[in-house]
């Protein structure tokens, strides 16, 4: 990559390139770049998805939506905080978001994580971290995705509506739907959980 941003003049962008695309490992190799985003990157001068934009993922949006331990861990790794997983190349795709062993295989073998650290050989017990922000932007689109499913109307503005309108029946009906499917433990500190109702209703309220 020195030789490649040095001879297209985008010395400046290095740093930038080097979170997006790169944290790839072949063996015992490391700094490997993505070579069809780079590929992309190098002709739109754009740093924005190009890999994750080429399938359509279905098996990750499958595991993500189907396994609420999986979406905790992801949450985490969102927050840019590596996860001790058990982590078995040794994938079987039938039923795989019923196991999350083979979950994490997966997903450090397609290079959507990657290995940060080994716990214990073993036992297979590794640490993982999202590989770069092209995948990371894929993590949260998926998220952002199936947060809406889950919302009455595919829209948290019509919770706000709702809220603001007094139009209480229909706000608590959709609240008791955003509770119950979309919180998470994760999402609050300890003895901190009234918190979060208290941030959310800041945070739409304060958007009218």
Do not use: C
């Amino acid at each position: 990559m020195e030789k490649v941003v040095k001879d297209f003049g985008i010395e400046e962008q290095k740093e930038n390139i080097k979170k997006w695309y790169d944290g790839y490992t072949i063996g015992k190799t490391e700094g490997i770049y993505n070579p069809w985003s780079i590929l992309n990157y190098l002709t739109d001068k754009d740093l924005v998805p190009y890999w994750v934009n080429t399938s359509s993922n279905d098996i990750i949006k499958l595991i993500l939506k189907n396994s609420t331990t999986v979406k905790e861990k992801i949450e985490r790794l969102l927050k840019d905080e590596p996860i001790e997983v058990k982590v078995d190349l040794e994938t079987v795709i039938v039923g795989i978001e019923k196991n999350e062993d083979n979950i994490w295989g997966l997903l450090v073998g397609t290079g959507y994580l990657k290995v940060t650290q080994e716990v214990d050989i073993q036992k297979k017990l590794y640490k993982v971290n999202i590989t770069n922000t092209e995948i990371k932007f894929l993590f949260e689109e998926i998220i952002d995705n199936w947060f809406k499913d889950k919302v009455i109307g595919n829209d948290l503005n019509t919770i706000l509506k709702d809220l603001i309108t007094l139009n209480l029946e229909e706000f608590e009906k959709k609240f008791i739907i955003l509770v119950e499917q979309m919180f998470s433990f994760m999402d609050v500190g300890k003895n901190t959980a009234e918190n979060f109702y208290h941030a959310f209703v800041l945070r739409y309220v304060s958007t009218d």
